[in-house]
């Protein structure tokens, strides 16, 4: 468990979030204090799941290439415009018109600073939007734009490992605000501790149902996890990523080929003469924890489709340092909270 403190001095801040899937990102901002005044996303499984653990928040069901701010005028003058869009794959950024979509959105979200006009924009994508050159026109692109508005903005990358999260996550970030806020803009840097391995944050769940190897197996589990992926929304089940990513979790004995519907049992082997068999799989909020959801958070859906919302997702403390850091921002030369005002403790799980 990690304690902040917010600072009740200061007046709560207002975002717009797109593409908002099973709500990783708003949770994280929502912890760094910015309240949602609406939140977009296609997807009605993700939208359930929105107001499933938020039913005050305004969900809205729409492609983002469809949206119309004139319509929701409560998107005006937000303070923050965030997003964690579709990954924008190679072969669109090298321009292929039958894998273009995740471009369309970005520059739809970007299109959408002309209407909203926020105080700071926030994107959460690839790692290599930021600096491989096959992406080279979408960050000009994007410069143009933002330029052309008055934003000036930033590029770079964080490793969700590096804020909490028990998970090898480079994420790419593009930050921007209008006129000269982003001086005031500091990049979150690594936390001091080590990170969370993969057998420290799952070896209770694994016990809960008396299965006798939970805790050799959470010592041997002595790593982060590699990345999870969510997987195409059109084919396949649920499994933990691609080729590579299953020879990791089979090095932490962990079935990375399908996700279970609950933790092993007494009788469950732990036999590694069975191959991928005697290898215990995960549960969808054994996955969920990984992308450092808190536990209370519930996912809508049927099995596969609540982990392709977790594998999707912006991890929730990486979503509240980029919160507090854009507020940071937002905040310079502000009062400071008025005198004899303490501090209120939030936990953070």
Not at 72 to 91: C, F, I, M, N, W
Not at 155 to 166: C, E, K, Q, S
Request: aromatic share 6%.
């Amino acid at each position: 468990m990690k304690v902040i403190m917010e600072e009740s001095g200061f007046e709560r801040l207002r975002c717009l979030v797109v593409c908002a899937g099973a709500g990783g990102l708003a949770l994280g901002l929502e912890q760094a204090g910015f309240d949602p005044v609406l939140l977009l996303d296609n997807r009605s499984v993700a939208c359930e799941t929105l107001r499933l653990n938020r039913p005050g928040w305004n969900v809205v069901e729409a492609d983002l290439l469809d949206f119309d701010p004139v319509d929701h005028q409560e998107t005006y003058d937000v303070d923050l415009l965030a997003g964690g869009l579709p990954r924008v794959k190679a072969s669109a950024a090298t321009g292929r018109e039958d894998s273009d979509e995740e471009i369309r959105i970005l520059e739809s979200t970007i299109m959408l600073m002309h209407g909203v006009q926020p105080r700071a924009l926030l994107i959460e994508n690839v790692p290599d939007l930021v600096s491989k050159p096959a992406y080279g026109p979408i960050r000009t692109y994007v410069t143009t734009e933002l330029e052309h508005l008055g934003y000036r903005h930033r590029w770079f990358v964080l490793n969700a490992m590096d804020h909490g999260v028990p998970q090898d996550r480079k994420q790419g970030v593009l930050v921007a605000f209008k006129n000269d806020a982003v001086d005031g803009f500091v990049t979150p840097t690594p936390g001091t501790e080590p990170p969370l391995t993969v057998g420290e944050a799952l070896g209770a769940s694994m016990a809960t149902r008396g299965w006798p190897h939970a805790a050799a197996w959470a010592a041997q589990a002595d790593r982060v996890a590699p990345t999870l992926v969510g997987g195409s929304w059109n084919r396949g089940g649920a499994d933990l990523g691609p080729t590579g990513s299953k020879r990791a979790w089979a090095r932490m004995r962990v079935n990375g080929g399908t996700v279970a519907d609950r933790v092993p049992g007494p009788d469950f082997p732990w036999d590694l003469s069975l191959g991928i068999k005697g290898m215990v799989p995960l549960t969808v909020e054994q996955t969920a924890r990984l992308q450092g959801f808190p536990d209370d958070w519930s996912f809508a859906g049927r099995k596969t489709a609540r982990y392709r919302q977790v594998g999707h997702a912006s991890p929730p403390p990486v979503g509240r340092v980029l919160g507090l850091s854009i507020r940071g921002a937002l905040s310079t030369g502000r009062p400071r909270p008025r005198d004899g005002i303490t501090p209120n403790p939030v936990t953070l799980c």
